[in-house]
């Protein structure tokens, strides 16, 4: 044996295979533990697999005012009716809430 051949048998054997960055097997990851199971590929938001998270999400995303919430279209309706003076009053109170907002 040359000592190439006993220098690549040697890398061949410290060589540690790398994991994937991209698994093509079919996983279903809703039955994988939390924490090191096969890799699911791609995150995913829409489906939990434990009910507790989609129940605080659901609570977390109440403490922010949400537009599905509330239809706007009567204020639409509304703001159109205004005289200009009114609308300048209106517009101007929203652009100082803003500003009191980003500060």
């Not at 239809?71 to 639409?76: A, E, F, G, I």
């Amino acid at each position: 044996m040359v000592l190439s051949d006993v220098n690549a048998i040697q890398i061949q054997r410290d060589v540690k295979i790398m994991p994937k960055v991209f698994n093509t097997k079919e996983i279903d990851w809703t039955k994988q533990p939390m924490f090191f199971g096969a890799e699911p590929n791609v995150q995913r938001f829409d489906q939990q697999k434990y009910p507790i998270f989609e129940k605080l999400n659901q609570q977390q995303l109440g403490f922010f005012w949400r537009p599905e919430e509330v239809s706007l279209q009567k204020d639409r309706n509304d703001y159109h009716l205004l005289s200009e003076e009114q609308k300048h009053i209106f517009t101007a109170n929203l652009k100082y809430q803003t500003l009191l907002d980003s500060v």
